[in-house]
């Protein structure tokens, strides 16, 4: 049975509001900017292209739930307050409304994507968008896959280690393994090993707060090209993992294997030795 979102969120005057579908920029996903940084999703409500695109008193903001289609993450109710330039860069100032404020994050709906673009008359879809789920906690970030079924670009990494995501961090933990960075700019790859005390989730966290691991090739890289570099290009898989109890030795030398493997070695990959 399909719940019409007006039952939920009771909105009047919905000529005041205008709809925020935050997608894909180009280099981010407006959801994984929600889970890592709520400040910076503040920013996505209100920066100001040319056009005065929400020119009402309200936007009511959604983000692009990717995983699954024609679904959107509520992520609040912004008032704007100016919509002057500001220091040469124009922008919206806005304040986040407590309105339904204990459904930011919860509630996800359905409503297939209108047209290209990011704001819309919400008088327009409001009829039309319905309550997909109502989620217990609010969203930070995607379940664990399992083993075997782990692979993501760099800011879903991100927002998985920066929400400290229980099964992950439980997961990870316990195991060793080899993982395979991809660079999607150019298909350039770097294999590398996690082993010792805290396994994966110690190692992949480095990468998280460095965007390089400071392995050789890629501190270069990243010192060059800056951190953004990394959210825009690099996608990390697991290509294999072992219990916590294996001899180190053991995953150097799979780690070795895959270099030849996937020929991930200087100059066709990011690999030195």
């Known amino acids: 049975m399909t719940i019409p979102l007006s039952t939920l969120l009771s909105l ?10 935050a997608c894909w920029n180009g280099d981010v996903q407006p959801l994984d900017v929600f889970v890592r940084n709520k400040s910076e999703w503040d920013d996505w409500n209100r920066w100001r292209s040319a056009k005065d695109e929400f020119n009402r008193d309200y936007v009511i903001a959604f983000a692009d739930f990717y995983h699954e289609p024609h679904v959107w993450l509520f992520g609040g109710i912004y008032r704007v307050t100016g919509r002057e330039a500001v220091n ?13 404020a204990d459904l930011i994050g919860r509630l996800k709906v359905h409503l297939p994507r209108p047209a290209r673009g990011r704001s819309f008359k919400l008088e327009n879809y409001y009829q039309n968008m319905s309550v997909s789920e109502i989620l217990r906690e609010p969203y930070t970030g995607e379940r664990f896959p399992g ?4 692979t993501c670009d ?8 920066r929400a400290v995501r229980p099964d992950w961090k439980a997961a ?3 195991v060793k393994g080899v993982y395979l960075i991809v ?7 770097y294999v590398g090993s996690a082993y010792g005390t805290w396994g994966i989730w110690a190692r992949w966290r480095c990468y998280v707060q460095t965007g390089h691991g400071w392995n050789d090739e890629l501190t270069k890289l990243i010192a060059e090209e800056g ?13 294999e993992y072992r219990p916590a109890r294996t001899d180190d030795n053991v995953i150097i030398a799979r780690e070795s294997f895959w270099k030849e493997a996937v020929l991930s070695r200087v100059p066709l990959g990011y690999n030195k030795n």
């Open 183 to 189: 660079d999607q700019s150019n298909g350039k790859k």
């Open 12 to 21: 009047e005057n919905l000529d005041r509001y205008k709809l925020h579908l």
């Open 88 to 100: 040469f860069s124009h922008s919206y100032t806005v304040e986040r409304s407590e309105e339904h």
């Open 227 to 239: 951190m953004d570099y990394a959210r825009r290009n690099f996608r990390i898989s697991l290509l």
């Open 154 to 161: 760099f800011p879903e990494l991100e927002a998985i280690f």
């Open 147 to 150: 083993y075997e079924s782990i």
């Open 172 to 174: 990870l933990e316990s």
